[in-house]
């Protein structure tokens, strides 16, 4: 038998402005000209193909829901495509909202594994990705260097990406620091 779970005044959340306060402050200042009409979410292609919904993390930020946004997965599912914000009729700045919200969550320690993984390989190589063998000689059979003209052909350039990375706590924040 389905039974419809009673959610009672106990249960109920307090709305936290100052949250949302922190939200605009930290580049999302147009996160609560949002009135829900789903826009976003029915444009959104991660909808398409996961759970995804862009509408519920703008209205969860609207009413300062941090411990629901903050160590949310769903915050690292946005692609960033910005076909949310071409096409809100109310002109929100979908994407900022986002990266701010991304930005205060990597400050508390939450960030995505994968997203993770690829800040850190930035800050200890300066790429997205690291150079395979298979790659090299892929490159070779090309008729390319075997190594790209980037830092990674360029050990002093490495040296200065790995420093800067150090000197501004990135390093520290990707592997979970605060």
């Known amino acids: 038998m389905f039974t419809v779970p009673v ?6 959340k307090e709305p936290k402005p100052e949250f949302t306060r922190k939200v605009i402050e930290a580049g999302g200042k147009t996160v609560n000209l949002c009135f829900q009409c789903g826009t976003c979410t029915g444009s959104c292609p991660s909808g398409r193909q996961t759970a995804f919904r862009i509408r519920k ?8 829901f941090e411990e629901d946004v903050l160590p949310s997965e769903d915050l690292w599912l946005c692609t960033t495509c ?6 809100c009729p109310r002109g929100v700045e979908i994407v900022d909202i986002v990266m701010a919200l991304r930005n205060m969550a990597v400050r508390q320690g939450h960030m995505a594994e994968s997203h993770r993984k690829v ?17 090299k000689e892929l490159r070779g059979r090309l008729g390319l260097e075997e190594t790209p003209p980037t830092v990674f052909s360029d050990p002093k350039a490495q040296e200065e990406v790995v420093k800067i990375a150090a000197l501004c706590g990135f390093d520290k924040l990707v592997a979970g620091g605060k």
């Open 7 to 12: 959610i009672g005044l106990a249960d109920a």
């Open 82 to 87: 910005f076909t949310c914000y071409e096409r």
């Open 119 to 135: 800040a850190e390989l930035i800050s200890k190589t300066g790429h997205l990705v690291s150079l395979r063998d298979q790659d």
């Open 57 to 64: 993390l703008v209205r969860r930020a609207q009413l300062g």
